[in-house]
């Protein structure tokens, strides 16, 4: 009967159990070692007890391994190529990861922007729109364009020429020598006199003469009967305003307390009218 005799085979040492035989055959404590090594006690021990993944990368544990042989001054290749291959490929750095996160980050700035400059537009809306309404009557008045004041002036004075012009003429035809006159210079004396009847146009009888004196600046719009505009624009205090037209006259004014008003020489009462506020009305006033 063979009876077969097996020898349990010698285990070879570990990386780890070679160095740290090295170690305490050079009379180095763990804290020299991690001292010299710029490593913490813990790491040197994991290196001894080929705990590999927990020490990092790859390249960090070669690292580590050629400074311990650099301490103990033994050859490091024949151990390094005893260091076991990682188990787990490493992961490669996803260095697409900090783009995308700028790229996200610039996405959000212009965002941001946008969001601002949309609601800037809208508080600036708001606010015009606010002081516009809370403005007095008599602020939005006197902030017309100048231009049509001096428009409406220059309108005036050409709607008051027309109509200096019309009188003049009544008065050039109610004087012209008749042409039958020289005929009739041959009559008898008796019968020399003509007796001439001039009549006025329907609108000189109709017509109605209007007087504003303005203690304050104020805008006045007026239209006579015909829907003729026969003043616009923003007087100044102390201007005296003097319109001839057909009655009834269409009035605006921006502040009426500040003006005083005659309709053919008689005094116009506005105390009826809320200060502060456009008034409108008819001249003259209904009763």
Known sequence: MNEEITQPQSEQ?????????????????????????????????????????????????????????????????????????????????DMQSFSRRTEKEANDSRLMIASYIILAIVIGSSALWWW??????????????????????????????????????????????????????????????????????NEANNSSTIVMLFNDESWVEIYDAEGEKIAFGVKKAGYEMTLTGIAPFSVVLGKHDAVNITLNGEAVDLSAFPKNRLAKFKLPLAE
């Open 13 to 93: 040492p570990s990386l780890g159990q070679i160095l740290k035989t090295h170690r305490e055959n050079a009379d180095i404590s763990l804290a020299t070692m991690a001292t010299h090594l710029k490593l913490t006690v813990l790491q040197v021990q994991r290196i001894e007890n080929d705990e590999y993944q927990l020490l990092g990368p790859t390249t960090f544990v070669k690292g580590y391994i050629k400074n311990y042989c650099r301490e103990l001054k033994i050859d490091h290749t024949p151990i390094l190529a005893m260091l076991p291959a990682p188990t787990t490929p490493e992961k490669p750095v």
């Open 132 to 201: 516009q309404n809370s403005m007095p009557i008599e602020e939005q008045t006197s902030n017309i364009n100048v231009e049509n004041s001096i428009m409406s002036e220059q309108q005036e004075q050409a709607a008051q020429s027309n109509i200096g012009a019309s009188q003049q003429q009544v008065l050039e035809t109610n004087n012209v020598a008749l042409p039958q006159s020289e005929q009739l210079s041959a009559l008898p004396s008796g019968n020399s006199t003509i007796n001439t009847t001039t009549t006025a146009p």
